[in-house]
């Protein structure tokens, strides 16, 4: 009996804290995303496990890859960075793909990072990634979650 009993709350501790029961990065499938001229290949997180994993654990990302956040409503949406080795921007963004707002994340850190409104979306690329591509709030992202085609 208590060995189940601690069989249970390892198990409910290593889900509650994916940090934990996660030591390499997470693969998701990938969808095309456009930002004016410029392509995105993200991985799309919708589960709350998958939002809790997000990018930790990678050392690299290519230039134009990212993870995308997809919520079931929108809310207003936190991130940080705890467990995540390379330098992050991120995108808050609305339901029709407007960019609400946009913070630049240091890595291993627990500084909150939240969208300025409810959003639905939120998308991760490599630090300075939006900034040097002139994409700012108000700018509209393309793509299927946007409701409009890439």
Same mark, same amino acid.
């Given at each position: 009996?208590?060995?189940?009993?601690?069989?249970?709350?390892?198990?409910?501790?290593?889900?509650?804290?994916?940090?934990?029961?996660?030591?390499?990065? @997470?693969?998701?499938?990938? +969808?095309?995303?456009?930002?004016?001229?410029?392509?995105?290949?993200?991985?799309?997180?919708?589960?709350?496990?998958?939002?809790? +994993?997000?990018?930790?654990?990678?050392?690299?990302?290519?230039?134009?890859?990212?993870?995308?956040? +997809?919520?079931?409503?929108?809310? @207003? @949406?936190?991130?940080?960075?705890?467990?995540?080795?390379?330098?992050?921007?991120?995108?808050?963004?609305?339901?029709?793909?407007?960019?609400?707002?946009?913070?630049?994340?240091?890595? @291993?850190?627990?500084?909150?990072?939240?969208?300025?409104?409810?959003?639905?979306?939120?998308?991760?690329?490599?630090?300075?990634?939006?900034?040097?591509?002139?994409?700012?709030?108000?700018?509209?992202?393309?793509?299927?979650?946007?409701?409009?085609?890439?």
């Amino acid at each position: 009996m208590k060995r189940a009993a601690a069989a249970l709350a390892t198990a409910t501790l290593l889900w509650t804290t994916p940090s934990l029961a996660q030591t390499a990065p @997470q693969k998701l499938p990938t +969808i095309a995303l456009g930002a004016g001229m410029h392509n995105i290949r993200a991985e799309v997180a919708t589960t709350p496990e998958q939002h809790q +994993i997000g990018l930790m654990f990678r050392t690299a990302m290519g230039t134009n890859e990212g993870m995308l956040f +997809i919520f079931e409503r929108p809310a @207003q @949406q936190c991130f940080w960075m705890k467990n995540t080795l390379i330098p992050l921007s991120v995108a808050f963004i609305s339901e029709d793909g407007t960019v609400v707002n946009i913070e630049e994340m240091a890595p @291993q850190t627990l500084e909150s990072h939240c969208s300025l409104k409810p959003v639905r979306h939120v998308l991760e690329m490599n630090a300075g990634w939006f900034a040097r591509r002139g994409i700012k709030p108000g700018t509209r992202l393309l793509g299927a979650p946007f409701g409009t085609p890439r």
